[in-house]
């Protein structure tokens, strides 16, 4: 079965710009995680998703980062505007009710510059 | 609250000898355990987990973890290394309930390092 899907893989823009990153789960998973990665730290939760519903976003800082869940399948993640301090890899994972165990995807880079 | 402590964030070992990563955890209700493996420029890959049960969990690759409440640790080992190991590994908890279907609060993270 094929796995957690990300794009881009990697993204350069400049400060001020916006940019928005896709995430395809693994097919009848309902639940979906945007993690965000710091060089050399681990993943830090940003919104978890329950079907359509973000069920927790207290780490998502919503003056610049808005998510969107629609029909409960594919997720998109955007900053606006970004600013140099975002550049990190952003994860997304998905994961199925009753089982807990989270599958990540291969990430998106992005470098603010 | 919950938060996830990895003793040593480079860890250096011989090809063929034993590879023991630490990871000590904090939790105010029953954990869940897992620890993944990253390779440059790749995602989170899980290794194992532990939920409920016994406490010798074994996962992929031949990595083993031992979940000791007493100690509240969940150190991962492997008897005998090889290369292909070498890679950043986290340990992560999460609460149980909900089936385990909430954040993972993650270590900063362990590298390997694999001496020929």
């Known amino acids: 079965e094929a796995g957690v899907v990300q794009s881009p893989r990697y993204k350069i823009i400049e400060k001020k710009q916006p940019v928005a990153f896709w995430c395809n789960p693994i097919s009848g998973h309902n639940t979906l995680y945007w993690y965000l990665q710091n060089l050399g730290q681990g993943p830090e939760l940003l919104i978890r998703y329950e079907n359509e519903e973000a069920v927790d976003d207290s780490q998502l800082p919503k003056d610049r980062f808005s998510a969107e869940r629609l029909k409960g399948v594919d997720s998109t993640l955007k900053i606006q505007p970004a600013e140099l301090g975002d550049s990190a890899v952003y994860l997304c994972?998905?994961?199925?009710?009753?089982?807990?165990?989270?599958?990540f995807g291969p990430g998106t880079r992005l470098l603010v510059l | 609250a919950q938060s996830v402590t990895q003793l040593g964030s480079h860890v250096s070992v011989s090809e063929g000898a034993l590879v023991l990563l630490r990871c000590n955890y904090s939790?105010?209700?029953?954990?869940?355990l897992f620890w993944y493996v990253q390779y440059p420029n790749q995602g989170l890959q899980l290794l194992l987990k532990y939920t409920t049960g016994a406490t010798l969990v074994k996962g992929i690759n031949g990595f083993e973890a031992e979940f000791k409440k007493s100690e509240t640790s969940f150190h991962l080992t492997k008897p005998s290394a090889h290369m292909s190991d070498a890679a950043e590994y986290f340990c992560a908890v999460s609460g149980s309930s909900n089936f385990g279907n909430e954040k993972l609060t993650f270590g900063t993270g362990t590298r390997l390092t694999i001496i020929p």
């Open positions: 994972a998905s994961s199925l009710s009753m089982t807990g165990t989270q599958y």
């Open positions: 939790s105010s209700v029953p954990p869940y």
